[in-house]
DNA sequence: TATGGTACAAACAAATTTGTAAGTAATGAC
DNA sequence: GTCATTACTTACAAATTTGTTTGTACCATA
């Protein structure tokens, strides 16, 4: 999409960091709001405007654009209703399912983690 | 260290962010290296030369600056002899060493769906 | 006829992240 | 006295990510 030097360093990293199924996981979820949206979407199906509820701040067009990436790696489904005015429905793949389990225990070492930092502070 | 507007909405969001212990510790492994930086630290001991060979096109400038904010971070610990030449080694510590089973899951959601991925193209 | 709600899209701008190139300090080997 | 070695630092530049603002399509309802 974006143009971009073919044999830039730049690129070269991307690639061996793509080659690496840690990366290349970490890679689908990276970024500022990816890990979230997951996250909230849990088990449950939210449309847009509940979405954008959960995060005071997000703007409209960031939203959409992860939602955008998330849908394009087969970790969002996304359901357009025909109706007026129009209701689009977000919900987690299968195998965005199996992060889960993963967000926890991140979760669980930021809970324990933090709280550390906090005490010594 | 750089200035920024106090109440942009980039703030706003960061602090919403690492107030949610999820992000707070995607936060600590996120970026293009870090979460390498850990797993190739693994449970040994690597000197700064040595790191650097792990990725091939790495830029001395990028490594330092990871593994000072790592350091920062405490994931990491850095121990300098006063030899000459320098001789650097780092490792990591113990809420580092945490995130290793983390690490092995995520490598292996990325392992499976890698597969599944170029199966269908 | 005017208004309102939903889920965006487009053009632009700011901020951060990542990379490039060159240089430094100390010392011992040649 | 010059060179090599190691682990950096500095100044600069490119690329990407994130945010702001404005606008649109749809039609039901007032």
Redesign the pocket.
């Known amino acids: 999409m974006?143009a971009?030097?073919e044999n830039?360093?730049?690129t070269l990293?991307?690639k061996f960091i793509t080659d690496c199924d840690l990366t290349y996981a970490a890679n689908k979820i990276g970024?500022?709001?990816k890990i979230v949206i997951l996250d909230k979407l849990g088990n449950r199906k939210l449309?847009?405007?509940e979405l954008k509820k959960e995060f005071p701040?997000?703007?409209?067009?960031?939203l959409?654009?992860?939602?955008?990436a998330l849908e394009q790696d087969e970790l969002v489904k996304?359901t357009?209703y025909a109706e007026?005015?129009?209701?689009?429905e977000y919900e987690l793949t299968p195998i965005a399912l199996e992060f889960l389990p993963i967000f926890c225990q991140l979760s669980a070492w930021g809970k324990k983690n933090k709280m550390l930092k906090n005490n010594r502070s």
């Open positions: 974006t971009r030097k830039s360093t730049y990293n991307e970024g500022r709001w449309r847009f405007s701040y997000i703007s409209e067009r960031m959409t654009l992860q939602l955008r996304r357009v007026v005015p129009p209701r689009v």
